[in-house]
């Protein structure tokens, strides 16, 4: 059952919530020292800097060299879903240089008159499909468009009992990526802003129409890392500050100093970008990837190197398909979930849109090449 399932039939909440609540950890404690490399090789010597395709990069997007990595992270402070540590070989691509902004979204949805799963009715028969065994099904005056919207305490909370979520998750009827705190609010002034409640089925169908992708797993980690193989952030040793990432400052959920000058979502590319020319690889809003999530597939790969993996078959969650998210968001406290770090991962409902979860997309040499031949074709 998904968040937006969950949130109109107010059924197993923890069971869903589960990725969420796993965020939460003890202060940073001593790092161990990252695994060496067996291979004997730095990192900057694992990216093939030279196979740049002879063609104008895509408007809005880089370049990501092929090359080599050590996916996940053997650090005191990963979760188990991050281990063990497994190499993985990728072809070069092209990633969008920021989030999608709601200014891209709304030219898509203007294009397409697309309707976002926040948009829509939720269909009953879904939910009722989805549901354990004996549940009561929600009534038809809860089946609403709507989407979650997170709101600060008024107090301090407990963060780390199962249910705390419920505390600052509110279900909020008339939200959507248009009114993405609620019904009354707009996107005034939020036109370079990351688009925010989009579910991973909306990610995918704006991908199909700008005719790109979403990144696998290893895609985005090998691009958050920007080149860093095994660093324990995308800017490398130094734990984050007010300078690197959109994260919370204070204590959450209770206060926010927003000591870096943003209390939500930040413009795109408002901090430094990584090695590879990419920003906002840590913080501001959770990205959607291609793969299904399962919290044991690290530990059922096999132990040869991966070559483009496209991630599990499946999920381990049939009642509530789940995809990756990576790079945490402006929600992230070290205290809390420090997903800002490029090895972690979490699984969320395909029909799921959150104040914090947006996407950016990739692009393969050859869509790129045939993309181009087709201009070319209708041109002459």
Not at 8 to 34: M, N, Q
Not at 80 to 90: F, G, I, Q, R
Not at 122 to 133: E, Y
Not at 280 to 291: I, K, R
Request: proline share 10%; aromatic share 12%; charged share 20%.
């Amino acid at each position: 059952m998904s968040y937006r399932q969950v949130a109109l039939c107010y059924l197993v909440l923890a069971a869903v919530f589960a990725p969420i609540v796993a965020c939460v950890r003890e202060p940073d404690s001593p790092r161990a020292a990252p695994p060496a490399d067996p291979r004997g090789r730095d990192a900057s010597s694992r990216v093939n800097i030279h196979d740049k395709p002879d063609l104008p990069t895509p408007q809005g997007m880089v370049w990501i060299p092929g090359g080599r990595f050590d996916m996940g992270s053997d650090d005191s402070g990963a979760r188990p879903n991050e281990h063990p540590v497994h190499v993985v070989s990728l072809t070069g691509f092209y990633m969008d240089v920021t989030e999608v902004t709601n200014a891209q979204f709304a030219e898509f949805v203007a294009a397409t008159g697309y309707v976002t799963t926040a948009e829509r009715v939720p269909d009953r028969a879904a939910i009722v499909a989805q549901m354990p065994p004996g549940a009561s099904p929600p009534d038809e005056s809860m089946l609403v468009p709507g989407a979650l919207v997170f709101r600060m305490t008024a107090v301090p909370v407990s963060t780390t009992q199962p249910g705390d979520y419920e505390q600052w998750w509110i279900w909020t009827p008339g939200t959507s990526w248009r009114h993405p705190t609620g019904p009354t609010s707009t996107l005034d002034g939020l036109d370079d802003h990351p688009v925010v409640q989009v579910s991973w089925d909306d990610a995918q169908a704006y991908c199909e129409w700008a005719g790109k992708q979403l990144p696998t797993e290893a895609q985005w980690e090998y691009a958050a890392r920007g080149g860093l193989d095994q660093k324990p952030f995308v800017w490398g040793d130094e734990p984050p500050s007010d300078r690197d990432a959109n994260i919370w400052q204070g204590q959450f959920p209770f206060r926010n100093s927003a000591s870096d000058g943003y209390a939500a979502t930040a413009p795109v590319a408002s901090y430094p970008p990584n090695g590879f020319g990419l920003y906002d690889m840590a913080g501001n809003v959770w990205e959607w990837c291609s793969d299904w999530f399962r919290e044991d597939w690290y530990q059922i790969l096999s132990v040869e190197a991966q070559f483009d993996p496209a991630g599990p078959p499946s999920t381990d969650h049939p009642r509530d398909p789940r995809k990756v998210q990576r790079g945490g968001s402006f929600l992230c406290h070290r205290d809390y979930c420090s997903s800002y770090r490029p090895s972690a991962r979490v699984g969320t409902s395909t029909d799921t849109g959150l104040s914090h979860s947006g996407f950016r997309a990739v692009m393969s040499e050859t869509a790129w090449r045939t993309k181009r031949d087709e201009g070319d074709s209708k041109r002459s």
